[in-house]
Each structure stands twice: as C-alpha cells, then as structure tokens.
C-alpha cells in the first residue's frame, strides 16, 4: 500500500484515504508519497487510451481505492475532444491542449475526478464540504464536478474584481443545491491563506472538511497522466524516438501542474527540463535564480490571472521531495508565513536547478506573440499559454518542447481579440462572439451560454472574515 507523509513531520503515515479526506495535515504540511514508485517499463502504457492510463497511473498512488471506477465517470462522455488531452504541433513546438472539458481549462483534468475519488473515501455518517481557493479556472471546475454530487457540499473564494468577467460569469451562475461561491476583498494569496487557515484549525467530528485545490493530493496525482499522453502521442507520431528526452513549459503559478511533472520524470518519464513560465508576478522566476523566495512584492493584476500568484503553494512539496527534511520545510514555511521570504542553500538550488527552468514574459511580449501565431500559423491560444510559448522562445535547448495550453482562448477572449485586431471591446461576454466571427472558430458551448444565464452569487467578504466562512463551513449559513 502507497503511504503518504506531511511535508512538515515526516514521521507521520497515513493511507490514501485518509491524505484525500484531510487535505491539508494537522501541522500545516502537505501530503506526499512516501515513496515514488518508479514505473519499471513505460513503454508498457504507450498504446492506452487516456482513461486506461489514468487508471495506470493513478493506481500506482491510490492503490487502496476503486480507481476504475472514479475514471471511468470523471472521463467518459465528459470531455469535447475525444483524444482528452490532444497535441497540436505548430512552428516546431507542441501544444498540449488540456482545455476540452466542460469548463474549458486544464483543470477539468483533475476536478472531473476529484468528486468521485472523495465521496469513495468518505464515511457513510459524515458528509463531505470542500472549501476552495481560486485565482479562476480552479473555482469553475470545481463547481462543475461537485455540482449535485450526494454528500458534498463546495464554497469557493475568489479574489474579488481579479478574475476575468468570463470566469467570475462562470462560477457566479453555477447550478446545484449544494454550491457557493464568495468572493474576496483581496488577492488570491488572500484567499488561498483563509482556505489553508479553516482547514488546519477545523476540529469538527460531524463533517470531513478538504480542498479541491491542488493542496489535495488527489488534485495533484491525476495530472501525471497527460504528461505520459502527450509523451507517447509524439512517440506514436515518430515526432520523438524512444527515450528521447522532451522538455515541458508550463504556465505556472501554484506550482502544481508543474510538480506534476515533476512527478511524472521520478516516475521515469524521459524529461529533459520542466520550465516554469511566469508573467511579471515573477517571484518563482526570481526563486530558481537566486535561492530566495520573496513574496515581498507587488502583485500585479495581468492579463494571465491565473497566475497572478505570489505564494505558489505546491513548491513546498517540491522542496521537501528533493530534501526529505521536514524540520527544514517547517522552518521555511514559518518564515514565509511570518516575514514572506525564505531562503535555500546552494546545494538545494543546484539540485532544483537540474530539474526546472524558469523565465519570465512581459505582458507586451505576451501580446506579441499571440498575434504571431494566429497571423502566421493559423493558431489560437490562450493568455496563459501565451506566457510559455514566449517562454519557449527564451531559452536554447536541444529538446523538442511541449507547451502546456491550459485555457481555451475563448475564456480571455477581450484580450485575445485585442492581440490579433488591436481592437478593444469592453464586455468579455459579448467578445467571445466578436472573436469567433473574426476568427470562425466556434466558442465553446459553455461560455457560449454565460450571457444568458443567472447570476446566482453576488457575496463579497473581506479578507479576513474568517468567522463567516467557519459558519458557513458548519452549516451551510454565515
């Protein structure tokens, strides 16, 4: 049986059951595999289909669970592509698009199955209230899978005004019974901060709180799987030999996908380098430089909201994989709590410097390169991918390079259509329409029925209205 530890006492073992319903552990720390099983021969899973390699992969964590049968309803009927997760070479690169789910973004990778994984795991007395943090995909896709799920209930924070209109549209017209949505005076930090807060101090026996944000181990593990997809889709299409190394670039700003490639290159994916693609919330970009983390800086609100993140969560996990020293992390994870800023040794950053890449793109050159792809390759990305496509461009390496797409263009469709026209248009609703007739793309169906829905959430909460949020936790009322 896989066994999990916290990244802040690695003395503590507990199965995956118990690292799925808790979410976060009693010390604060997160949830990590004892031990990383390395897969013997890869070549093994080259022919499976996506929902057979999830049950592959993710069986390899969750050996004590029905993985079988939470795949098959997160991923049948679920997804508009029938490859899930399809690879589109353009101008020499790859782009994995991981945006044909029923939000339309990346994170419907995990969020389909997440749903099913918990209420396996949960007991039979005790309903399950998910309690999550977005900086915008994360909260819509969520929603989408807990939606009317029997047993669960899901508040989702926000940051108020720092989302994109298609987004906040999105989570604010949501359906179902047993959904909520807030949003935040503050930034998403702020948010994340009272999410991480409620779940370390919750103490009440009568519901099992967790998150659907990637602080949950079962958020994380399932997106291992389409890094090996996109790996042997190009092997299958003779674009790479067997073995060949690739490199990945991903738009990163909680750290997760990112470490879930991480994940995927100890479990002996050929992987070259993981390049973290920031935008000018470059504190990640400045950590792997120099050794020191400093969230003591402005927040930017960009183009790019998803990774408009300052505290990247996930790195912790990534820090404490490559030290196996929880008293280290501990002591890290105080100082950026208390002072925002933590700092590694030179031995530490080597060692994260063998593994990741990280650069940063400007909004103008962001901008810039939206409009190249779509005027000289017919091809249309998102803001976010935007960030790793310029990123891509930045460094010389002699592997092929896969970039992470992780939004349909359609949900930032304002400033899409602003980089391929230089036209402005205020209302995001109304551009997605502007920019499929300019386009002729279709927009996908689920943004394309926002206008016309209700907006069934308008709460906004300060940021440190903790007691509001612990009511609603409890019961379902502040």
């Given at each position: 049986?896989?066994?999990?530890?916290?990244?802040?006492?690695?003395?503590?073992?507990?199965?995956?059951?118990?690292?799925?319903?808790?979410?976060?552990?009693?010390?604060?720390?997160?949830f990590v595999p004892v031990d990383i099983k390395r897969i013997a021969d890869i070549y093994n899973y080259q022919h499976l289909s996506y929902t057979e390699l999830a049950c592959e992969i993710i069986s390899l964590f969750f050996d004590d669970i029905d993985i079988k049968d939470c795949v098959s309803k997160a991923y049948t009927g679920t997804f508009k592509d029938t490859e899930i997760t399809p690879v589109r070479k353009v101008n020499g690169r790859y782009f994995l698009e991981l945006y044909h789910g029923p939000t339309s973004a990346f994170k419907d990778l995990a969020l389909q199955f997440l749903p099913h994984i918990l209420i396996n795991c949960k007991e039979e007395d005790r309903d399950i209230v998910i309690l999550s943090a977005t900086s915008g995909d994360t909260g819509k896709a969520a929603l989408e899978g807990f939606k009317d799920?029997?047993?669960?209930?899901?508040?989702?924070?926000?940051?108020?005004?720092?989302?994109?209109?298609?987004?906040?549209?999105?989570?604010?017209?949501?359906?179902?019974?047993?959904?909520?949505?807030?949003?935040?005076?503050?930034?998403?930090?702020?948010?994340?901060?009272?999410?991480?807060?409620?779940?370390?101090?919750?103490?009440?026996?009568?519901?099992?709180?967790?998150?659907?944000?990637?602080?949950?181990?079962?958020?994380?593990?399932?997106?291992?799987?389409?890094?090996?997809?996109?790996?042997?889709?190009?092997?299958?299409?003779?674009?790479?030999?067997?073995?060949?190394?690739?490199?990945?670039?991903?738009?990163?700003?909680?750290?997760?996908?990112?470490?879930?490639?991480?994940?995927?290159?100890?479990?002996?994916?050929?992987?070259?380098?993981?390049?973290?693609?920031?935008?000018?919330?470059?504190?990640?970009?400045?950590?792997?430089?120099?050794?020191?983390?400093?969230?003591?800086?402005?927040?930017?609100?960009?183009?790019?909201?998803?990774?408009?993140?300052?505290?990247?969560?996930?790195?912790?996990?990534?820090?404490?994989?490559?030290?196996?020293?929880?008293?280290?992390?501990?002591?890290?994870?105080?100082?950026?709590?208390?002072?925002?800023?933590?700092?590694?040794?030179?031995?530490?950053?080597?060692?994260l410097n063998e593994d990741f890449l990280a650069y940063c793109s400007g909004e103008e050159e962001n901008r810039n390169i939206i409009k190249e792809y779509y005027e000289k390759h017919h091809y249309l990305f998102d803001t976010h991918t935007a960030a790793a496509a310029s990123v891509a461009d930045k460094y010389e390496g002699s592997h092929k390079k896969i970039i992470l797409a992780t939004a349909s263009p359609f949900k930032f469709s304002k400033d899409v259509y602003a980089c391929i026209s230089g036209k402005e248009i205020r209302d995001d609703l109304d551009a997605m329409s502007v920019l499929s007739e300019y386009t002729g793309l279709p927009v996908p169906y689920d943004l394309a029925a926002l206008k016309e829905k209700e907006v069934r959430f308008k709460e906004v909460i300060g940021k440190d209205d903790r007691d509001i949020l612990i009511r609603k936790v409890e019961d379902g009322n502040a």
């Open positions: 049986m896989t066994l999990f530890t916290s990244t802040r006492n690695d003395s503590l073992r507990c199965n995956g059951k118990e690292a799925i319903l808790k979410g976060l552990s009693d010390d604060g720390g997160l799920v029997k047993g669960s209930r899901i508040i989702v924070l926000y940051p108020y005004k720092m989302v994109s209109l298609v987004q906040e549209r999105q989570m604010t017209t949501t359906g179902g019974d047993n959904t909520e949505v807030i949003a935040v005076r503050g930034n998403f930090d702020d948010c994340q901060r009272l999410v991480k807060d409620i779940l370390e101090n919750h103490k009440s026996g009568r519901i099992s709180l967790t998150s659907a944000n990637s602080i949950n181990i079962a958020r994380l593990i399932p997106q291992i799987v389409y890094y090996f997809k996109a790996y042997f889709d190009l092997l299958n299409k003779k674009e790479i030999e067997k073995d060949e190394k690739v490199d990945f670039i991903v738009p990163t700003g909680n750290f997760g996908d990112i470490l879930a490639g991480y994940l995927a290159k100890e479990m002996g994916l050929p992987v070259s380098k993981l390049v973290c693609a920031s935008n000018i919330n470059n504190v990640l970009t400045d950590f792997f430089a120099t050794g020191i983390y400093d969230a003591n800086r402005t927040l930017y609100s960009t183009m790019s909201p998803s990774i408009d993140i300052l505290v990247s969560s996930n790195l912790e996990r990534l820090l404490y994989l490559k030290t196996r020293d929880a008293a280290k992390i501990k002591e890290m994870m105080a100082s950026l709590k208390k002072e925002r800023r933590y700092q590694i040794d030179r031995k530490l950053l080597d060692s």
